[in-house]
């Protein structure tokens, strides 16, 4: 006699997203371990006084913390930023 065991493993995410200022989001940032504003890589350029490419070559580098929202936007946490 065969026996079949099946396991179902499920993952549950839950992303709580809270509008606040134009162009700004409150979400927990997984990276820095607590809640953080999060801006659009636009902003975020504005911000450290760079153009949208260096903000994105400091996420490729993991300088930046980001999330993904949708299949292609990113937002960018500010707290990540190092603004001087």
């Known amino acids: 006699m065969r026996r079949t065991v099946r396991v179902k493993t ?3 995410r839950e992303r709580v997203v809270i509008r606040g200022a134009v162009g700004a ?3 927990f940032c997984g990276a820095c371990g607590r809640v953080a504003e999060f801006v659009t890589p636009e ?3 504005a911000m450290i006084h760079a153009n949208t490419r260096e903000v ?3 996420i490729e ?3 930046v913390h980001c999330i993904e929202v949708g299949r292609v936007a ?3 946490c500010a707290g990540s930023l190092n603004v001087q």
């Open 10 to 12: 499920e993952v549950w």
């Open 25 to 27: 989001t409150v979400s």
């Open 43 to 45: 902003t975020a350029a």
């Open 56 to 58: 994105y070559r400091r």
């Open 61 to 63: 580098a993991g300088a």
């Open 74 to 76: 990113v937002l960018v």
